[in-house]
């Protein structure tokens, strides 16, 4: 299917592109991989006057890594991430769970700050920015700000941002060497959005338990959620065999989705619960 006709706008200076947004209040959209935002025009969900490409805006390709975390620019492409070294141990969930994204093609084209802001309630990078307590720092015509993950994602395609706001930057917290991690998925296909997974780190004290326990699942709800209850399972607790099969159940225990033409609710409810599993045996497993 054709677009709806748009205007096209191309600014040098994020100022620049705030203004543009907020001149259209509300009826303009930032255009950044277009990987969501153009089959969205093509099905005619949204049909904007004007579409601000952030392209020329290339302080938002930065990733910046320092002791107090990871920095991505809204316009980091997944396969700039796989491609970064670096991330292997300044943030190795990220790097396991952006493996997921999607095709060799759209992982080419598809941004950070697009997903985020897209807000697919089973996409990865919403998923780990709410388990990893990222902050997303956005600039609107009233300035900076900077948004916790847990207030960003607000439903299913809904976030915090306001209609002038775009997407600058997305903070995720230092990562400590000998952190256990996991990350697993189920998709129908490799690349595909997740029926469910699970991200999940935790710290280990020198008695050999589990602390600082987050766990986070994705494509079980209108958003990516935490499950503070499996968290307490694990928090105080040797990571073992029954601590894993409690923590399973605790799982299922603590959502209840929605079925839909990809699988039933009971289904997603159970493929939860096993992905939590694997993901704690996969950071078990984990030599420090
Ligand atoms: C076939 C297919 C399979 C896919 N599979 C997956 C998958 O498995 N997992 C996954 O996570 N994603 C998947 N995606 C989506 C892909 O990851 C997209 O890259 C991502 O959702 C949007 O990023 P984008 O840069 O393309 O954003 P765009 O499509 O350009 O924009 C998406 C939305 O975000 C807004 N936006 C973009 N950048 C900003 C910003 N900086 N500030 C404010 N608003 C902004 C736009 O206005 C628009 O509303 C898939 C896409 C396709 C087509």
């Given at each position: 299917?054709?677009?709806?006709?748009?205007?096209?706008?191309?600014?040098?200076?994020?100022?620049?592109?705030?203004?543009?947004?907020?001149?259209?209040?509300?009826?303009?959209k930032v255009l950044a991989g277009g990987q969501s935002l153009?089959?969205?025009?093509?099905?005619?969900?949204?049909?904007?006057?004007?579409?601000?490409?952030?392209?020329?805006?290339?302080?938002?390709?930065?990733?910046?890594?320092?002791?107090?975390?990871?920095?991505?620019?809204?316009?980091?492409?997944?396969?700039?991430?796989?491609?970064?070294?670096?991330?292997?141990?300044?943030?190795?969930?990220?790097?396991?769970?952006?493996?997921?994204?999607?095709?060799?093609?759209?992982?080419?084209?598809?941004?950070?700050?697009?997903?985020?802001?897209?807000?697919?309630?089973?996409?990865?990078?919403?998923?780990?920015?709410?388990?990893?307590?990222?902050?997303?720092?956005?600039?609107?015509?009233?300035?900076?700000?900077?948004?916790?993950?847990?207030?960003?994602?607000?439903?299913?395609?809904?976030?915090?941002?306001?209609?002038?706001?775009?997407?600058?930057?997305?903070?995720?917290?230092?990562?400590?060497?000998?952190?256990?991690?996991?990350?697993?998925?189920?998709?129908?296909?490799?690349?595909?959005?997740?029926?469910?997974?699970?991200?999940?780190?935790?710290?280990?004290?020198?008695?050999?338990?589990?602390?600082?326990?987050?766990?986070?699942?994705?494509?079980?709800?209108?958003?990516?959620?935490?499950?503070?209850?499996?968290?307490?399972?694990?928090?105080?607790?040797?990571?073992?065999?029954?601590?894993?099969?409690?923590?399973?159940?605790?799982?299922?225990?603590?959502?209840?989705?929605?079925?839909?033409?990809?699988?039933?609710?009971?289904?997603?409810?159970?493929?939860?619960?096993?992905?939590?599993?694997?993901?704690?045996?996969?950071?078990?497993?984990?030599?420090?």
């Amino acid at each position: 299917m054709k677009m709806p006709p748009f205007d096209y706008a191309c600014p040098a200076t994020l100022p620049e592109a705030v203004a543009l947004l907020a001149a259209h209040d509300g009826d303009a959209k930032v255009l950044a991989g277009g990987q969501s935002l153009i089959p969205i025009l093509a099905f005619r969900l949204a049909a904007p006057k004007l579409l601000v490409d952030l392209r020329k805006l290339t302080d938002l390709r930065a990733i910046k890594i320092t002791p107090d975390g990871v920095a991505l620019g809204a316009m980091v492409r997944w396969c700039d991430i796989e491609g970064d070294a670096r991330l292997r141990t300044a943030h190795p969930l990220l790097i396991a769970a952006v493996a997921h994204v999607a095709h060799y093609q759209i992982r080419n084209r598809g941004t950070v700050g697009g997903s985020m802001a897209h807000a697919d309630p089973a996409a990865e990078m919403p998923g780990i920015a709410l388990t990893c307590e990222a902050e997303v720092v956005v600039m609107g015509k009233a300035g900076m700000r900077t948004i916790k993950a847990a207030d960003f994602f607000q439903g299913a395609l809904t976030t915090a941002l306001t209609v002038d706001e775009i997407i600058v930057e997305i903070r995720l917290p230092g990562w400590p060497a000998g952190r256990r991690w996991g990350f697993q998925e189920f998709a129908r296909r490799r690349g595909d959005f997740a029926l469910a997974a699970a991200a999940l780190f935790y710290d280990m004290d020198t008695s050999g338990r589990a602390s600082n326990a987050h766990v986070g699942v994705i494509g079980v709800a209108d958003r990516p959620l935490r499950l503070r209850s499996v968290e307490a399972v694990l928090n105080g607790a040797a990571v073992d065999t029954a601590t894993i099969a409690k923590a399973e159940a605790a799982t299922t225990a603590a959502i209840d989705p929605d079925s839909d033409i990809h699988a039933s609710g009971g289904y997603r409810k159970a493929l939860a619960g096993t992905m939590v599993e694997r993901a704690l045996k996969m950071a078990a497993e984990q030599t420090p």
